[in-house]
């Protein structure tokens, strides 16, 4: 009888070994699977490619890799590099915000934007400030060319006030309203005259996304996550923050691009995204 419970406590101990080492295999497993889903890109997040030619974009892009999904075309490389860049990002399976802040006459814009629809990007800029008749324009050319080429259409931010404004810097150009409330006007315009959304300050998104609705994008430069320097940015929020203050999305450029590791840089900045928004 004593052989047979010490047999039979044995095989207890066996069983009990195997079901810790199968609890910790499974904890090990889902642990894997949750940082896998962390470290997913996230097309909220779009990074701004602040480097000045080809070669440079495409290493950052290849290095990154399938952590962003999203990233910011801006004047200084689509200048120096054109639509190269857009191509390879395209080819890459990568979305391209085309931030080129257009302002001019309605037709001299509408055309413009008809010319990078054809490019295949999937956000584009215009400035609020060249008036309702200018965004309509954007916007109308937007969507006959998109449909003409039956591909999706871009959509269309108008941009506000930029975030390198601070309140002395505002008065200088003859800013009477507050800033708040002049990109506070410029967003309502934006949205009468059938714009997508706008490009903001996280200072100013709870008050947009109030008065726009959950519908209206509100995309946010001027990110700064904890570990970054704010730089010339003035009116700036931490990535958690400005998802709770209304962004839709963020653009962050140089805490990735000018990092020391950008793909630690976009894992943190992605696990207090996913953690906190």
């Not at 708040?180 to 309502?188: K, P, R, T």
């Not at 934006?190 to 100013?204: L, N, Q, R, T, Y």
């Not at 931490?238 to 805490?255: E, N, Y």
């Amino acid at each position: 009888t004593q052989g047979y419970s010490s047999a039979a406590s044995d095989v207890y101990k066996r069983q009990g070994i195997m079901n810790r080492i199968y609890i910790y295999s499974q904890e090990g497993r889902a642990s894997m699977e949750e940082e896998k889903e962390i470290y997913k890109a996230d097309d909220r997040l779009i990074v701004a490619l602040d480097v000045d030619s080809f070669d440079s974009m495409k290493a950052l892009v290849d290095e990154l890799g399938d952590l962003v999904s999203y990233y910011k075309v801006g004047m200084e490389l689509y200048y120096s590099a054109g639509s190269a860049t857009i191509h390879y990002l395209k080819e890459h399976g990568k979305k391209v915000f085309l931030d080129l802040k257009l302002h001019d006459i309605p037709n001299t814009v509408g055309h413009s934007v008809a010319s990078v629809t054809r490019l295949g990007v999937n956000l584009i800029t215009v400035h609020a400030g060249g008036g309702r008749a200018m965004m309509q324009a954007a916007a109308r050319y937007a969507k006959i060319t998109a449909d003409e080429l039956e591909v999706e259409r871009p959509k269309i931010l108008a941009v506000t006030v930029l975030t390198s404004f601070d309140d002395k810097g505002w008065q200088e150009i003859g800013g009477h309203l507050p800033i708040q409330d002049h990109v506070l006007e410029l967003a309502s315009l934006a949205k009468e005259a059938g714009v997508d959304g706008v490009v903001a300050s996280p200072k100013e998104a709870t008050s947009i996304r109030e008065m726009a609705g959950d519908d209206f994008l509100i995309v946010t430069p001027g990110i700064r996550p904890a570990f970054a320097q704010t730089d010339d940015q003035k009116r700036i929020a931490t990535p958690s923050q400005a998802f709770k203050d209304g962004a839709s999305m963020l653009v962050i450029g140089r805490p990735i691009t000018q990092a020391i590791d950008p793909k630690a840089a976009t894992r943190l900045i992605l696990k207090e995204i996913k953690e906190n928004a």
